[in-house]
């Protein structure tokens, strides 16, 4: 069982940059796959960005290309999302997730944590 922690989001102005991170209090997921998911009040939860195992393979949504990077650091045990340039529509609480498949839908990811809000004001 791998228990996720989120930890970094916070008040922001526009155009400010975070960085996020999802660390394993236990277990570990330097074998799986993660990503990151954001969902604000009233929305789905949509997909934001997913890594493999090895930092080979990244994956970005439309909406965050060329502002966000997700790297992790398996020594740490921890995944991160630098977010840059961010916007008031980046506001949501963002979630990660692990799983065995590297994909971009939510309900193929076993473990979650309980999310981070980020606020972006304009």
């Known amino acids: 069982q791998v228990q996720l922690v989120e930890s970094g989001g916070r008040l922001v102005q526009a155009g400010g940059s975070l960085r996020l991170s999802c660390a394993a209090s236990?277990?570990?997921?330097?074998?799986?796959?993660v990503a990151w998911f954001r969902q604000a009040p009233g929305k789905e939860r949509e997909f934001v960005a997913s890594?493999?195992?090895?930092?080979?393979?990244?994956s970005y949504a439309d909406s965050v290309k060329g502002r966000f990077t997700i790297s992790r650091d398996n020594a740490k045990n921890t995944v991160y999302v630098q977010m840059n340039s961010l916007k008031p529509e980046d506001t949501a609480v963002y979630l990660c997730?692990?799983?065995?498949?590297?994909?971009?839908?939510?309900?193929?990811?076993?473990?979650w944590g309980q999310g981070t809000q980020v606020t972006v004001s304009s």
């Open positions: 890594i493999n195992w090895s930092s080979s393979i990244t």
């Open positions: 997730a692990a799983g065995r498949r590297l994909t971009l839908t939510k309900r193929d990811y076993d473990y």
């Open positions: 236990r277990g570990t997921f330097s074998s799986l796959a």
